[in-house]
Every structure is written in structure tokens, then in C-alpha cells.
């Protein structure tokens, strides 16, 4: 009886966060086969949700003064008898619900993956992995946007927060590196993804290469481009490089090899997930950096700066060669 009955998922606004869960999305909707599941979770990753196969509706959450989102999903919700509410916001809306079993994400735990500290709200050693899934018409969207006959290499300059964005300068070095004539992705193209209000910090890396078009290089444009394209898109890359950032998630979530580029975060907690993911950080720990920049000692633009291009070309080049050849 308990596949058959309705479970809400509540997540995050966030894009990264929201992405994360996915994990234990997919892990109860394998205990429960049948599930209908309602997802709640913030406007910007709420697309990323509408072709799960045990999703059968998302509700965007738009925040409200004084909460008065929580009593506008309360009333999307109340009219229906819940098997199970799992919230990951830890709000009282659960409380409020008819249900029968009520799962709440409580205080964080130091040090743990996300993915593991969800996974063990219902007993998972094992994580499910997060997985995004892709509509046929966004697959074949991408398919015509992003070349079939030589590797792809995409890259995330960007960031929410200037701390954490590794100097545009080095993206463009260590991508010079690694697609160079007999280079681990010698010839490659290179798609570059930002959102459009961060397009003054990415478009410096498609300039690099506007150049190199002539002699075959070809530069990809995804700047300002909708989550589920530039997921769809991703998912074609043969390596994504980026700071830690929602971006980096949905790459590693699409199943594409991925280079997570890490400073003043947490890098336990916040690491790309899944076998075919690695991750390269500052020297120092990301407490300390953050401490450098409370008392001034480090200037906030230049606390990823222990990250060398030679330290990320290095993880690029093991990645790439442990997960296959670059032209496959």
C-alpha cells in the first residue's frame, strides 16, 4: 500500500543543493516504486525536476516576506493525505500535513557530503548518486549545438560569490594547455556556461578563443542559456572544469567528467560527486581563508589563488585518463 500513496519532497532554492538531492529523490523513489511524488523546491532548479520519472509535480517555491511562502505551499498541499513528507528546508509545513511518516534533514553535520548526510536520513551506506534527467527534445536540442566529431570542453568561470571564482586568466591557460596540438583533449572545443548576469566574467574566455575559430577551434556559447539546456548540453562534454557552484553539480549529475576548483568552501561537504568527479583546492583550508579575508589579511578576489594552473591541469589530465579516452 505504501507504493501507492503520495510522498512531498521539499528542497532548496539553491541550484547546487537542489541537484545534491536528487540523490535521495531517486533513492526513495526506488523504495517506493509507485510513488507519486510532489517536489517543492525554489523557481531556478524547479525545471531541473519535471522529467524525473516518479515526479509527477513540482511546485516552484517563490520566497515571501515573513515566510508567507510556507503557508502558500501549505495550501497547494493541505488538501491531501501525505504517506510521507521529506523536508529538507527544515520548515514546519510537515507539521501541518496530514501524513504518516514525517523526515527532516535537522542540523548539518561537519565535514560530511551532502550526499551522505542525506542518504542517512533513510539508512543508506551507500549513496544513491544524484542523476539528472533529460527530456528527448532537450537531448536533441544539444545534439545540434554541440559538435559530435571532436571532444568538448566545458568550462565554468563563474560564481555567486567573487571568493570563489579561480582567476578567468588561468581558465583560459589551462584550457590552452589541454586542448593544445598533443594535449590530453588536443583539438577540442570549448563550451563556456555562466549565468546572463554573470556573462562580464565568462565572456573573456570565449574572446580568448574567437581566434583560434579559424583554425578549426570551435567556441560554444551556453552564457545565459536555461538549466535543463545547458544540463542537456553538458551531458555531451567529455570534461567540465568550474568552481564550486550548482553548475559544477549539474555536470557531475549528467554523468560528465568533472573538475571541481575549490578555495574559501568546503570542499567535504561540497565536492563534485560521483566516481567520475574530482575536485582541486588551495593549499590552505577553506577556514582559513576564510578567516585571512575576516581580518584583511587577503584580499576577497584572490582567495583562490593558492589553486595553480599547473595543480588543475595535472587533475584534468588524471580525470581524462581515468575515465576514458578523449576522444570517446
Same mark, same amino acid.
Given at each position: 500500500?505504501?507504493?501507492? /500513496?503520495?510522498?512531498?519532497?521539499?528542497?532548496?532554492?539553491?541550484?547546487?543543493?537542489?541537484?545534491?538531492?536528487? %540523490?535521495?529523490?531517486?533513492?526513495?523513489?526506488?523504495? =517506493?516504486?509507485?510513488?507519486?511524488?510532489?517536489?517543492?523546491? #525554489?523557481?531556478?532548479?524547479?525545471?531541473?525536476?519535471?522529467?524525473?520519472?516518479?515526479?509527477?509535480?513540482? $511546485?516552484?517555491?517563490?520566497?515571501?516576506? =515573513?515566510?508567507?511562502?510556507?503557508?502558500?505551499?501549505?495550501?497547494?498541499?493541505? #488538501?491531501?493525505?501525505?504517506?510521507?513528507?521529506? +523536508? /529538507?528546508?527544515?520548515?514546519?509545513?510537515?507539521?501541518?500535513?496530514?501524513?504518516?511518516?514525517?523526515?527532516?534533514?535537522?542540523?548539518?553535520?561537519?565535514?560530511? =557530503?551532502?550526499?551522505?548526510?542525506?542518504?542517512?536520513?533513510?539508512?543508506?551506506?551507500?549513496?544513491?548518486?544524484?542523476?539528472?534527467?533529460?527530456?528527448?527534445?532537450?537531448?536533441?536540442?544539444?545534439?545540434?549545438?554541440?559538435?559530435?566529431?571532436?571532444?568538448?570542453?566545458?568550462?565554468?568561470?563563474?560564481?555567486?560569490?567573487?571568493?570563489?571564482?579561480?582567476?578567468?586568466?588561468?581558465?583560459?591557460?589551462?584550457?590552452?594547455?589541454?586542448?593544445?596540438?598533443?594535449?590530453?583533449?588536443?583539438?577540442?572545443?570549448?563550451?563556456?556556461?555562466?549565468?546572463?548576469?554573470?556573462?562580464?566574467?565568462?565572456?573573456?574566455?570565449?574572446?580568448?578563443?574567437?581566434? &583560434?575559430?579559424?583554425?578549426?577551434?570551435?567556441?560554444? +556559447?551556453?552564457?545565459?542559456?536555461?538549466?535543463?539546456?545547458?544540463?542537456?548540453?553538458?551531458?555531451?562534454?567529455?570534461?567540465?572544469?568550474?568552481?564550486?557552484?550548482?553548475?559544477? =553539480?549539474?555536470?557531475?549529475?549528467? #554523468?560528465?567528467?568533472?573538475?571541481?576548483?575549490? %578555495?574559501?568552501?568546503?570542499?567535504?561537504?561540497?565536492?563534485?560527486?560521483?566516481?567520475?568527479?574530482?575536485?582541486?583546492?588551495?593549499?590552505?583550508?577553506?577556514?582559513? /581563508?576564510?578567516?585571512?579575508?575576516?581580518? #584583511?589579511?587577503?584580499?576577497?578576489?584572490? /582567495?583562490?589563488?593558492?589553486?595553480?594552473?599547473?595543480?588543475? &591541469?595535472?587533475?584534468?589530465?588524471?580525470? $581524462?585518463?581515468?575515465?576514458?579516452?578523449?576522444?570517446?
Amino acid at each position: 500500500m505504501r507504493d501507492a /500513496l503520495n510522498l512531498l519532497f521539499i528542497t532548496s532554492n539553491r541550484v547546487g543543493d537542489a541537484i545534491l538531492s536528487m %540523490g535521495l529523490l531517486s533513492a526513495l523513489a526506488a523504495r =517506493h516504486p509507485k510513488a507519486r511524488i510532489t517536489v517543492a523546491c #525554489g523557481p531556478l532548479p524547479a525545471p531541473l525536476f519535471a522529467h524525473h520519472p516518479s515526479v509527477v509535480r513540482v $511546485l516552484p517555491l517563490v520566497k515571501r516576506r =515573513h515566510g508567507l511562502h510556507w503557508f502558500d505551499l501549505w495550501r497547494q498541499v493541505a #488538501g491531501r493525505f501525505w504517506y510521507m513528507v521529506v +523536508d /529538507l528546508r527544515n520548515s514546519l509545513t510537515g507539521y501541518a500535513l496530514p501524513r504518516l511518516w514525517l523526515i527532516r534533514l535537522g542540523r548539518h553535520r561537519p565535514d560530511r =557530503h551532502v550526499v551522505e548526510e542525506e542518504a542517512a536520513l533513510i539508512g543508506e551506506s551507500v549513496p544513491t548518486p544524484p542523476r539528472l534527467y533529460l527530456s528527448e527534445a532537450q537531448k536533441e536540442a544539444a545534439a545540434a549545438a554541440v559538435p559530435v566529431d571532436r571532444p568538448v570542453l566545458a568550462l565554468g568561470p563563474a560564481a555567486n560569490w567573487l571568493g570563489k571564482q579561480w582567476p578567468v586568466e588561468r581558465f583560459i591557460d589551462l584550457a590552452q594547455r589541454l586542448t593544445a596540438p598533443g594535449a590530453a583533449l588536443e583539438g577540442a572545443a570549448i563550451l563556456v556556461t555562466a549565468a546572463a548576469h554573470e556573462r562580464d566574467v565568462a565572456q573573456p574566455v570565449l574572446d580568448a578563443f574567437a581566434g &583560434q575559430q579559424t583554425m578549426g577551434q570551435q567556441t560554444i +556559447d551556453f552564457i545565459g542559456a536555461d538549466l535543463p539546456s545547458t544540463a542537456a548540453a553538458l551531458a555531451r562534454c567529455r570534461l567540465y572544469i568550474g568552481n564550486d557552484s550548482g553548475l559544477m =553539480h549539474m555536470a557531475a549529475a549528467v #554523468g560528465t567528467p568533472t573538475l571541481g576548483l575549490f %578555495g574559501p568552501t568546503d570542499d567535504s561537504r561540497y565536492r563534485p560527486w560521483g566516481a567520475q568527479c574530482d575536485f582541486v583546492r588551495a593549499p590552505q583550508g577553506w577556514r582559513e /581563508l576564510i578567516a585571512a579575508v575576516d581580518s #584583511g589579511a587577503v584580499p576577497g578576489d584572490r /582567495l583562490m589563488d593558492g589553486v595553480t594552473v599547473e595543480m588543475a &591541469q595535472q587533475a584534468a589530465e588524471r580525470l $581524462l585518463a581515468r575515465t576514458g579516452k578523449a576522444d570517446g
